[in-house]
């Protein structure tokens, strides 16, 4: 059973920063990639960030550039978002995914796989 549990939630004020924790359950976590979506109330999930197998590549959505910062640590099988200056706007459930393309090991097939967390409730508020 594959699980990701994100933790690291709360409330804080504007200006503030969190850090998100997403620990995952999953034989060859480094074989996927990992990301962070938000989905705030009356409005549709959106990417936040998104982070490659080794690390090396990030890629952050516009309305969090400079603010927030993805990071992994596949020793521990876990990825991280470090949120700061945070805003009002932030507010929202943030998720967790793992996702993998199908992909050949030698004769071995490996299908494609997308894990979602539970979320977790972000709220920037004074």
């Known amino acids: 059973q594959v699980q990701l549990v994100e933790s690291g939630g709360g409330l804080v004020q504007p200006g503030g920063s969190l850090r998100l924790s997403c620990a995952a359950s999953?034989?060859?976590?480094?074989?996927?990639?990992m990301n962070w979506y938000r989905q705030a109330p009356g409005k549709e999930r959106e990417l936040v960030a998104t982070?490659?197998?080794?690390?090396?590549?990030?890629v952050h959505a516009d309305s969090v550039k400079g603010r927030f910062t993805i990071s992994r640590d596949n020793a521990k099988n876990t990825v991280y978002l470090q949120m700061n200056s945070l805003k009002p706007e932030d507010t929202a459930v943030y998720y967790c995914?793992?996702?993998?393309?199908?992909?050949?090991?030698?004769?071995?097939?490996?299908?494609?796989?997308?894990?979602w967390g539970q979320g977790t409730q972000v709220t920037v508020s004074s």
């Open positions: 995914n793992a996702a993998r393309d199908p992909y050949y090991s030698g004769r071995d097939y490996y299908p494609k796989k997308n894990y």
């Open positions: 999953v034989i060859y976590f480094n074989t996927y990639d």
């Open positions: 982070i490659g197998r080794t690390g090396d590549s990030t």
